[in-house]
Nanobody
């Protein structure tokens, strides 16, 4: 069974930085794309950034120039470096893995979420 485990959330002051990590475990052969989404209270879940196995990235306009997504394919791990954080970045951040191929399955998975709070 595939599991995604996130870490790195917390409380940070405006202008500060945080680094999120998400490791996928299980009998995984390959993962097409990994990414981060976020959901603030009262709002829908939205895309933050994604990265393919080949390294192509996509970012929400609101985080371009401040957030950087990266990936270690050998470790099935994705990272999100968040700089110049703003209060509006406050949300639960969810890791996603799409096109996950195991010995018996092919599909997508979500992590349990990690809280990021930007406040003075």
């Amino acid at each position: 069974q595939v599991q995604l485990v996130e870490s790195g959330g917390g409380l940070v002051q405006p202008g500060g930085s945080l680094r999120l990590s998400c490791a996928a475990s299980g009998m995984i052969f390959s993962i097409n794309a990994m990414g981060w989404y976020r959901q603030a209270p009262g709002k829908q879940r939205e895309l933050v950034a994604t990265i393919t196995s080949g390294g192509s990235t996509n970012y929400a306009d609101s985080v371009k120039g401040r957030f950087t997504i990266s990936r270690d394919n050998a470790k099935n791990t994705v990272y999100l470096q968040m700089n110049s954080l703003k209060p509006e970045d406050t949300a639960v951040y969810y890791c996603n893995a799409a096109g996950v191929r195991t010995i018996a399955t092919f599909g997508g998975y979500w992590g349990q979420g990690t809280q990021v709070t930007v406040s003075s």
